[in-house]
Structures are given as C-alpha cells and as structure tokens.
C-alpha cells in the first residue's frame, strides 16, 4: 500500500502542468506530435486513429476507447449525441475512470476538453501516458520516471558517446535511440557507422527502424529534436517508453515463439524454394522451348549482308542471352540440392517436382540446346562462306563476260561482209590471211568462253539469288559464240575458193599479223589477270599469288622486246611502201591491231602492274594482321584452356580430400571461387579476341586446338562445379549443425565413403554403397537395402553422393529431442492451461508465421468444446505431422 501510495505522490506531482512551459511553442509542437502518435498507436488496435489531438477528442467518445483499449477494460456505454451536454458526459465519464486509478487531476475539467483547450488536451493526455505508460515501470526498486531512466542507464551503459542522465539533452545526438535498438536488436543497427556529430542522420536512422521493425510508431522527426536547445522531456519520455514496452515485453515469449518460428520458417522457407524452383524450371524450359526452333532454322539468305545480321544476331545470343540461363541452370541445381537437404534434415519427403520439370528433364533440354547451338553456329560459317565464294565468282563471271563481249563487238558484222568480192588479188590473199589470223584468236578466245560457262554453271549449283540474269547472259554468250563459229566457217570457205586468184602476198603484212595476235592476246590476258581479283585466307596464299606476280613481272623485258620488234615490222613495211611508192589501199589486211593499239595495252600493262603490287601488298598486311589475330587469340587459349583443366582436377581434388573443419573447406572453397571469378577478365579478353578474329573472317587457327566454344564449355562447368561443391558443403554443415556431428565422426564417414568410392569421382554406385555398409555391420538383404536407397538416392539414379551418405548416417544416430522441445514450447505459450488459442499464437508471433501455423491447425478441434482451442497432441500434429513426433 505504501508503495502505491509512493506512486500516487509521483502522479500529483508530474500532474502538476506547467502552463508556462506550453506557451514555448517548439516544445508544444513535439508534445502534439509524440501525444497523436502515442494515441494512434493504441487507437489503431480498435480501427481508428485521431488526425487533431484538441479536436478529435471533444466529443469523448475516441478518448473512452482509447481508455478502454490500453486499460483493456470496459467503461461505461458513452453518449451518442451531437449536443455539448452530451459531448461533456462522455468527457465525465473518461476522466472519472482516469481518477478510478488513483491519478489526481488537477485543474482538468470536462468542458475545457470539449471546447478544444489544446493546453488541457494535452495535459490530460500527458496524466494518461504517465498513468497506463510510466508508472508500472520498475526496475531495481525504481519506478516511473526514475525507474524508466535506469533501465535506458542500464542497456545504453556499454556503448561509446552515450551517457543519459535526462529525457532531454541526453537524447539530441541520436545515438541513446540507436544504442537502445542495438542492444536487442543489433542486426537492424550498424552501431560503428554511427557518428556523434552527425545527429539527424542518427535519429533519423533510430526512427525509420524502430517504425519499421519494431511497430514503434514515428512519434518526432529528427529536426524536432535537433532544432532545439532543449527538447522537451514530456515527449522524449512518451517516445522512450515505447521503446522499454516494445523490448520488456517480447524477453519471456521470445524463448518459446522462436522454437516455433524456426519450425514454421523451415517449412515457409521449404514451401517457397519448391515454388522457385518450379517457376525457375519453368521460365528455363521456356526458354528453351522458344530458342531452340530458332537456332534450328537453317533457311539460307541470299545476300552476305542479311547473313552477317544473322551471325551478329547469333552473338548477341551468345553475349547476351544465354550467360544469364546458365546462371540460372546452375542455380536450379543448387535450389534443388539445397532443398532436398533441409527436407531431410526436417523429416520431411523428398521434393518430387513436376512432371518434365526434373534437373534430368532441364539437362536433357539442355544437351539439346546446345546441340542446336553448335550446328547452327557451323551452318552460319559454311553460308558465309559460300555467299563469300558465290560474290567473289559472280565478279569473276562480270569481268570476264565483259572482257569477251567487248572483243566480239562487231565481229558479226565483219565476218559477214563480202568485200572480197570487189578486192584485187592481193587484197583476197590479205583478207584470207586476215581471216586466218582471226581464226588464231577466235580459238584463243575459246578458253575464256568455256571459262565463263563453268562459272555460271557453278554459280546455278551453288545457289546464286541472280542466277537467272547469270544465266541468261551465259546463254547470249555462248549462242553468239556459235554464230561466230557458223559465220568464220562460212567466210573461210569463201576466201578459199577465191584463194587461186590470189598471187600477192606481203609477207610483212602477215608476219606482223601472226606476231601481233598472239601478243595482243599475251596483253589482254595480262590486263585481265592484273585487274583479276582474288580472295586468300592464309599468308602463303598471298605470298604465293606475289611470287606468281614477280615471275609475270620478270617476263615483261622479253615482252617489251617482242613489242618492240612487231613495231618494228610495221617500220619496216611503212620503209618498203615509201620506198618503192607501194599504193596502199587501207591498213594491214591481215590484222586490225596497230602499233597505236599495241602501245596503248602495253601502257595499261605497265599502269595495271603497280597498282596490283599496291593490291598485294594491302592484302598482304591483311593476311599479316590475320595471322598476328590468330596467335594472339592462340598465346591466351593455350594458357586458359590448361588452366580451367588444372582448376577442374583442383576442385575434384578438394571435394574428397579431407582438410580441416567444413568451415575451412568451405572458406578455402570461397577464396579458390573467388580467384576463379577474379579469372573472368581473361575470359572476356579473349572473347574480344574472338570477336576480331570472327569479323575478320578468319575460319581456322593452326596455333591452337582450343576454339572459343572449348574455352566457353570449360568455363561454364568451372564455374558450375565450384558452385556446386561449395553447396555440398554448405549442405554438409547444415547436417552436422543439425544433426550433432562431430568433426572426428565426419572425418569417419568422409574416409569411409572415399575408401569405397574406388572411381575417386566422389559418388559410389549402389554396389559400393552396399560394400560399404555392410563393412560397417549392416545385415542387408534386398527389401532392406532399397529402402535404404530410397532414402539416399530419392531420383533413383543408382549413385548416393556424399551428402546423402552422411544424411543416412547421421539419421540413423538422430536423437529424439525434437518431441521435448515442442512439449516445453507449447508449456510456455499454454502457460497453466492444458490448451493454446489461436489468439496467444497471433500475440507471441510475427504476422506471418502467426496464421501460416493457424492454418495449419485448423483440421484439429480443441478440448472440452473450447472455440479455437487447441491441446498438445494437436499442436504438436499440426506442426510436424502425425508420423513425425
């Protein structure tokens, strides 16, 4: 009763409202701001909230279901009118049940509340906090304000640049909030980031949290506090109060509640991986699903252009698109190992996913992606390939074409002429010598006709997209050819009949026709091989087209001999005609070529010749810059490529070796992970590399037999392998952690599985299995041993890894104290009752896990007919199932 008494004096006094103090307006605005939070904090249990703390409580009735929900009592029925008397009684009736507690009122009355006095408002506000808030602290023989104070001494005592003395200057830096969260919470607070002189960024950190972790609602913003000398005490207390409730009254539940959240958090968290991962499978299949017709389309275009697209598309595909499906293949296997895990070491059945959606399915899907993958990236090089092929001899079949029409121009027209009906003997002697000459180049020129017949026929079996154009001009050419044949018969046979009536020839004439033609022609095919283009993929190629040119070049001093001596003939015969007056009807009868004819292609050749040196040399240069691609791409693979090779036999090494604790392993494993990814650079140089080579067109590399596809492949398992054995540990760990293993008997089972696992591939076959059990004193027979390889090889693939080994092994040892802490969890949620409601689960739980665990009981019925009641033996079914405890 003294003690009480005590309590009574300390209200009167903190009663006693300073009117002066409300008159400062920076505190009257944190006493409104923390006084409407605080309410609403209470308030919004009942479904309502106030917005005007003078205004919404005028009319009493939100002020007695304020005092009705922190007193969790019943006052009596309020007043439903709008009149003033009506508002006053309901006023009355709140501060009559304020009184019934023991608190005195002083200078309080019911109409300054419903005219909307903010002063009284909040002094009335102020007695509430006090009463139902402060005064039932207590801590070490202190209460209310004092007892409050040494509970925030207390917990704030170890932290640096705290020291509260008071609820107002003590708390401007913002770090006794932060310290006060820290302490029971320290994994919502970087305490070390925390800077004394950086006040609004801690307050504002304390407050943010508390509201979002704490439901302590935000009851001041840090410029409130900040913004003045001496924030006020009132509304600092209101605020640290909740915080002293929201710690102080989750200490006893949080023991029992966390037994069950860790059971209800395995099962959501089991429950959500299956979800993941069927999605993942899914999305992945889809995936699949729509990328393999694509790479399967092997429709042909017709131009190298639209090609190059569909190789850049390809590398796009390549760069972009697949790397993130690998990640999440890999990462399907691991979601899929990790649940398979926890759904052992939870008792539960192995997760089966759906039909197709197996990691074997997504594998073999897989497999045929990349099948696809590798036909599609050959059939992209072969049409490049043959489109580059099909330009370069439709250029040839051009040139070629063109040359020859320009040498039949006119040809027709002349071999039908019938000039040597009007001519003199000598001119018949030199139109047959004409004719004859002609005749020498008409079957000079055959080569070049067959030349360009099996260009177009090899254009049409290659598919050119202008064969019918091709075609078309081959057939114009090679039906001119045979008129051009008909019609030099027919004239032959002409000039020969005639040919008895010739006597006179000129020899000159005729030498210099039958040296002219052949040079001529010697000239034409020089200036079409100059001007002929070439396609080489390799140096010795082009240095063997150089060679070729160099020999071509040495010859030209015995051909400007040859030129120089058939112009010497035409010197000779102009010396003859002007010496002995020979009358000259025209020019050479025996030929159309003249020396101006001769020296012009002569000057061609000569121009043609450098120019195709300068070809040459470019393409030479090319060839070079190729070939230094090459090597470069060659230096790196044949370091990479050993080097993925080198880390595969690490890691398979370190999967069965055994090396310090898991925790060793696994930080050794982490940091070997590490420098493989810190490798990646590497890995996209060359990818560089690669690009450059591909854009240069360069099919082939003689420096090394490592392609970027084998670079690929190998990185991708890498990666693959060290996360999957980094998972395996993982999973090992959460074994022993879950199961109770010791290091030595881990090291037991790990030298037993690596003596019978005779393949060293760190998986034994069901008859190793078998040999091992047995040597370790199982009697087996057939039922007895597939039981046990239902348990280890849930997929039935007849291999058992060393996870499932040391699962197995660790099951069969299990003790049973899962039972004991479910009863000890439900005695302390039961407290003196032999059941549990469904509403205690609501209060001691998080949200969440509260009604996951409801729905989970609602099959069960309570005892005794009480409503959502339930006993042990249903809770405990609930929660593990009716085969488990």
């Known amino acids: 009763m003294d003690h009480y008494d005590g309590e ?25 701001k923390t006084f409407t939070a605080w309410c609403n904090s209470h308030l919004r249990k009942a479904g309502t909230q106030i917005e005007n703390i003078e205004e919404d409580f005028r009319d009493g009735l939100k002020l007695m279901l304020l005092l009705e929900v922190i007193s969790g009592e019943r006052l009596a029925k309020p007043e439903r009118g709008k009149m003033r008397v009506h508002k006053i009684s309901n006023v009355n009736k709140a501060l009559d049940f304020i009184a019934s ?43 209310a304000k004092e007892g409050l104070l040494l509970w925030c001494q207390r917990k704030t005592a170890p932290y640096k640049n705290v020291n509260i003395q008071n609820f107002h200057i003590s708390w401007k830096d913002g770090l006794g909030f932060c310290a006060l969260i820290h302490r029971h919470r320290p994994e919502l607070i970087d305490y070390g980031k925390l800077r004394k002189d950086d006040p609004m960024t801690n307050l504002n950190t304390a407050f943010d949290v508390a509201e979002k972790y704490l439901d302590i609602p935000k009851m001041l913003d840090a410029e409130d506090i900040v913004g003045t000398a001496r924030p006020d005490e009132k509304a600092i ?60 389309n092997r429709q042909p275009e017709s131009t190298m252009q639209a090609m190059q697209q569909k190789l850049e598309d390809f590398r796009d595909y390549r760069r972009l698109h697949k790397p993130p499906k690998v990640q999440e293949k890999c990462q399907l296997e691991i979601n899929f190992n990790t649940l398979q895990t926890k759904l052992r070491l939870s008792n539960r059945p192995a997760f089966m996913p759906s039909e197709g959606k197996m990691v074997s399915d997504i594998n073999n899907a897989w497999g045929n992606l990349e099948g696809a993958e590798k036909g599609y990236e050959e059939w992209l090089l072969n049409e490049i390939r043959r489109l580059e092929r099909l330009d370069h001899l439709a250029e040839k079949f051009r040139q070629k074409a063109t040359i020859h029409e320009a040498w039949t121009e006119g040809k027709e027209e002349m071999l039908q002429e019938r000039d040597y009906e009007r001519a003199s003997l000598s001119e018949i002697k030199a139109l047959l010598k004409k004719h004859e000459a ?45 008129t051009l044949g008909a019609l030099t018969q027919k004239r032959s046979e002409a000039l020969q009949r005639t040919e008895k009536l010739l006597e006179t020839i ?129 230096n790196q693979a044949n370091v990479i490529g050993p080097w993925i090779q080198n880390k595969m036999e690490e890691i398979g090494r370190i999967s069965i070796e055994m ?27 060359l990818e560089g590399d690669h690009q450059l080579i591909q854009e240069a067109l360069i099919f082939d590399n003689k420096h090394t037999n490592y392609t970027m596809e084998h670079i690929r492949v190998g990185w991708e398992q890498l990666l693959t392998t060290i996360a999957r054995t980094i998972n395996e540990i993982e999973n090992q760990i959460l074994t022993r952690d879950a199961k109770g293993i010791s ?37 087996l027979g057939e039922s007895e041993f597939a039981r046990i390889m239902s348990i280890v090889d849930p997929n039935r693939m007849g291999l058992v890894t060393f996870q499932a080994f040391i699962d197995f092994m660790s099951r069969e040892t299990a003790d049973t104290d899962t039972a004991d802490q479910v009863m000890a969890s439900f005695k302390v949620l039961a407290g003196d009752k032999n059941y549990i409601l469904a509403d205690e689960l609501r209060r001691e739980l998080p949200p969440d896990q509260a009604e996951y665990c409801i729905a989970r009981m609602a099959p069960y019925t309570g005892p005794d007919g009480v409503p959502g009641a339930l006993d042990y033996m249903s809770f405990s079914t609930a929660l593990y199932g009716e085969s488990d405890l």
């Open 237 to 296: 207390m209101t605020y640290v109060s909740s915080f002293y409730h929201a710690f102080s009254g989750a200490q006893k539940a949080e023991t029992a509640a966390n037994r069950i959240c860790k059971v209800l958090a395995v099962n959501q968290e089991n429950e959500q991986l299956m979800e993941d991962y069927e999605k993942l499978a899914s999305d992945l299949l889809e995936w699949i699903r729509r990328t393999v017709p694509w790479l399967e």
């Open 8 to 32: 009574i004096d300390y209200m009167q006094q903190e009663d006693d409202w300073d009117r002066d103090l409300l008159l400062d307006p920076a505190w009257e605005k944190q006493q409104r």
């Open 506 to 634: 000129d020899q000159l004439y005729l030498e210099f026709a039958k040296r002219a033609a052949p040079f001529n022609n010697w000239m034409e095919g020089a200036m079409e091989d100059l001007q002929d283009t070439f396609i080489v993929h390799t140096i010795e190629e082009i240095q063997g087209l150089s060679t070729a040119h160099e020999q071509f070049k040495a010859t030209l001093p015995e051909a400007d001999k040859e030129r120089l001596a058939i112009l010497g003939i035409e010197n000779e015969i102009a010396k003859i005609v002007q010496t002995y007056h020979v009358n000259m009807a025209g020019t050479n009868p025996y030929t159309t070529i003249n020396s101006q004819e001769i020296n012009a292609k002569w000057d061609k050749v000569r121009q043609l010749v450098p120019q195709r040196d300068q070809a040459l040399i470019e393409e030479h240069a090319r060839q070079q810059n190729n070939e230094r691609l090459r090597r470069q791409f060659a």
């Open 438 to 482: 002609f005749e020498s180049d008409l079957v000079a020129h055959q080569d070049r006709v067959e030349q360009i017949a099996a260009i177009a026929a090899e254009l049409n079996e290659l598919g050119y997209y202008d064969s019918p154009s091709v075609n078309a001009r081959d057939q114009r050419i090679c039906d001119q050819w045979d």
């Open 659 to 685: 090396h310090g604790t898991l925790e060793d392993q696994l930080t050794h494993l982490r940091q070997y992970e590490k420098s493989i990814v810190n490798y990646k650079p590497k890995i996209d140089q």
């Open 743 to 779: 290091q030595e008997q881990l090291n037991e089972y790990r030298a037993s599985f690596n003596h019978f696992d005779r393949k060293r591939s760190g998986i034994m076959d069901a008859e190793d299995f078998k040999t091992c059990l047995i040597s370790i004193g199982y009697n």
């Open 101 to 143: 507690k023991g608190v005195k009122l002083v200078s309080i009355g019911a109409e300054e509340i419903v005219d909307g006095n903010a002063k009284m408002t909040l002094g009335m506000i102020w007695t509430i906090i006090l009463r139902f808030a402060i005064q039932d602290i207590s801590v070490e023989e202190t209460s």
